[in-house]
């Protein structure tokens, strides 16, 4: 089945302690993307990438690292949460003009 | 800058009417436009995609528009069922790299 697999679902860490949320892909997509959704705000973009060792900033890129070292995976890297990314994370890939698709989720509680 | 708006921010409806969701924004020039289903605490599930020189595309009851020279699109969905309470995103993708999405049409569905 194509999907885009998210882990964990649900996480709950303490402020500062590094984290790694990740993604995986099946369908062999090129772009992959992180994505937070706040109250209010919608879903604003963190990083994406066109491809394998190519990143780039989204609207929200403060407080996060991505890699992309194979084509199926790209982590979200926070090295030192703090409250205000308690969030729910969304990974998404796609091929070029081709629809995105979501992983589930990924809700974040930093305390 | 791109910027999506959605309105309204909700919206309630009785069953078996049917319904049209906005979605404008402020740069003609895109390369495609997606609308999206969300459902509560849920990831978002693609509905329809509407490359930039398409005028819309149909999936069921559901039809989607798009006037670039406007800067609009449309959700039209027949016949409304308790099943399509939801929140609809549109995200409008301005090159092969970024995508920024509209914060949403509540959805409700009165049985």
């Known amino acids: 089945e194509a999907q885009v697999t998210q882990n964990p679902r649900y996480l709950i860490t303490v402020t500062g302690k590094k984290l790694t949320v990740t993604c995986s892909q099946n369908?062999?997509?090129?772009?992959m993307s992180w994505y937070r959704q706040d109250p209010g705000l919608g879903l604003r973009q963190i990083y994406y990438?066109?491809?394998?060792?190519?990143?780039d900033k989204g609207d929200v890129p403060e407080g996060y690292k991505v890699s992309r070292k194979e084509k199926r995976n790209f982590p979200l890297i926070l090295e030192s949460p703090s409250p205000n990314q308690t969030s729910l994370y969304f990974c998404?890939?796609?091929?070029?003009?081709?629809?995105?698709?979501f992983g589930n989720g990924t809700r974040l509680t930093v305390t | 800058k791109q910027e999506v708006t959605q309105i309204p921010a909700a919206l309630s409806v009785p069953e078996g009417e049917n319904l049209v969701l906005n979605c404008s924004f402020t740069?003609?020039?895109?390369?495609?436009l997606q609308w999206f289903r969300q459902d509560p605490g849920k990831g978002l599930t693609s509905l329809l995609l509407?490359?930039?020189?398409?005028r819309e595309q149909t999936s069921g009851r559901l039809n989607a528009s798009l006037d670039k020279s406007s800067g609009r699109s449309t959700l039209y969905i027949a016949a409304s069922q308790p099943g399509d309470s939801a929140t609809y995103l549109c995200?409008?993708?301005?090159?092969?790299?970024?995508?920024?999405f509209g914060k949403g049409t509540r959805l409700h569905i009165l049985p």
């Open positions: 998404a890939s796609s091929s070029g003009a081709r629809p995105l698709h």
């Open positions: 369908m062999n997509h090129e772009y």
């Open positions: 990438s066109m491809n394998v060792e190519v990143t």
């Open positions: 740069d003609s020039a895109i390369y495609n």
């Open positions: 509407i490359q930039s020189s398409q």
């Open positions: 995200a409008v993708r301005p090159g092969d790299d970024k995508i920024i």
